[in-house]
């Protein structure tokens, strides 16, 4: 059951970094590779700042925000 709201929390945080950066979301599929490597991305950055998500709404916003990074990175890289 856990595996199921980590997908759909990280859809949902895919869609918001996707809002974020780009003014709409990647697709679903998108959605879903970015929230997951978001999460990852932002709960490693949080661990650095001794931060920790226990609720969904706090591991969805972990993940969004680690999105945002992944994305803004991933498109400052594409213009070296």
Do not use: H, K, P
Request: glycine fraction near 22%.
């Amino acid at each position: 059951m856990n595996f199921i709201i980590w997908i759909i929390a990280g859809i949902i945080a895919g869609w918001l970094a996707g809002l974020v950066v780009r003014g709409r979301g990647f697709g679903l599929i998108g959605d879903l590779i970015i929230g997951l490597i978001g999460g990852l991305v932002g709960g490693w950055l949080a661990g650095l700042v001794g931060l920790q998500a226990t609720s969904i709404i706090g591991q969805i916003l972990v993940a969004a925000f680690g999105g945002v990074v992944f994305v803004s990175a991933i498109r400052f890289l594409r213009r070296l």
